[in-house]
């Protein structure tokens, strides 16, 4: 994943600005930054949600996304898990992990059920697999669309604040997933606020300001060692906290 010269606007206002960002494959980036920082909509950017203003997105050698031009699918490589789990809530777990694996990628019904409750296992809910969204606690729910992300096999995947709706003890359970995926050698690109998984799961740390990356860098140097005088007043006060 490669973005150069970065850039979005909501109603002529820059949010995202500059962003150079180059992400090897197999690598965990944790992103930090205050709120507010532009985070979340160069998230979006990478995953062809929003449109450029300036710069291109490229994904495994392919333009993803330039200014002025419409995102080309990519046909599922790219998961993305957001901060609301945004289930059907008519469906149960393993048919809301199998829907776009049999509407998107055509499998069979039969091989797209078995697909989502072996994820369904994977990520600790093959018990839960016949459960609606009402039944299960917001974390086992996260868990459900972080499987749904993954039926479509991705190359790479993207996770937008997951844990910031969740209560602790939620939020470790969907953290254990997280840092499974890391392990497994996935390519993960994680905004979150959680300094304990930065610091454990993380092999590089960016850290943004108004729109624009300030510090980049490997993990174990940003979090103990920051050289911008803005990175280390945010650390100090998360890890104060």
């Given at each position: 994943?490669?973005?150069?010269?970065?850039?979005?606007?909501?109603?002529?206002?820059?949010?995202?600005?500059?962003?150079?960002?180059?992400?090897?494959?197999?690598?965990?980036?944790?992103?930090?930054?205050?709120?507010?920082?532009?985070?979340?909509?160069?998230?979006?950017?990478?995953?062809?949600?929003e449109p450029l203003h300036s710069g291109s997105v490229r994904f495994q050698g392919e333009t993803l996304s330039r200014a002025g031009g419409r995102p080309r699918?990519?046909?599922?490589?790219?998961?993305?898990?957001?901060?609301?789990?945004?289930?059907?809530?008519?469906?149960?777990?393993?048919?809301?992990?199998?829907?776009?694996?049999?509407?998107?990628?055509?499998?069979?019904?039969?091989?797209?059920?078995?697909?989502?409750?072996?994820?369904?296992?994977?990520?600790?809910?093959?018990?839960?697999?016949?459960?609606?969204?009402?039944?299960?606690?917001?974390?086992?729910?996260?868990?459900?669309?972080?499987?749904?992300?993954?039926?479509?096999?991705?190359?790479?995947?993207?996770?937008?604040?997951?844990?910031?709706?969740?209560?602790?003890?939620?939020?470790?359970?969907?953290?254990?997933?997280?840092?499974?995926?890391?392990?497994?050698?996935?390519?993960?690109?994680?905004?979150?606020?959680?300094?304990?998984?930065?610091?454990?799961?993380?092999?590089?740390?960016?850290?943004?300001?108004?729109?624009?990356?300030?510090?980049?860098?490997?993990?174990?140097?940003?979090?103990?060692?920051?050289?911008?005088?803005?990175?280390?007043?945010?650390?100090?006060?998360?890890?104060?906290?």
């Amino acid at each position: 994943m490669q973005a150069t010269g970065l850039g979005c606007s909501y109603h002529g206002r820059a949010v995202v600005s500059d962003v150079e960002l180059s992400v090897p494959a197999g690598q965990t980036v944790a992103v930090l930054g205050p709120s507010g920082a532009g985070k979340s909509t160069m998230l979006r950017c990478l995953a062809g949600l929003e449109p450029l203003h300036s710069g291109s997105v490229r994904f495994q050698g392919e333009t993803l996304s330039r200014a002025g031009g419409r995102p080309r699918s990519v046909g599922g490589r790219i998961g993305m898990v957001f901060q609301q789990f945004n289930l059907f809530p008519h469906l149960s777990a393993a048919q809301n992990v199998a829907l776009a694996p049999v509407r998107a990628r055509r499998l069979p019904k039969k091989q797209a059920r078995a697909q989502a409750r072996a994820l369904l296992d994977r990520v600790g809910l093959g018990e839960h697999a016949d459960h609606y969204p009402y039944e299960l606690s917001g974390g086992q729910q996260q868990r459900v669309a972080i499987a749904r992300a993954l039926a479509m096999e991705p190359e790479l995947m993207l996770f937008d604040e997951p844990t910031s709706a969740l209560d602790p003890e939620f939020t470790r359970e969907v953290l254990a997933v997280m840092r499974d995926l890391a392990d497994s050698g996935m390519t993960v690109i994680v905004v979150t606020h959680e300094m304990n998984f930065a610091r454990q799961s993380a092999d590089r740390v960016v850290f943004m300001v108004d729109g624009r990356i300030v510090e980049d860098g490997p993990a174990s140097v940003v979090l103990t060692n920051p050289r911008q005088e803005r990175t280390r007043r945010f650390l100090d006060q998360m890890l104060g906290e």
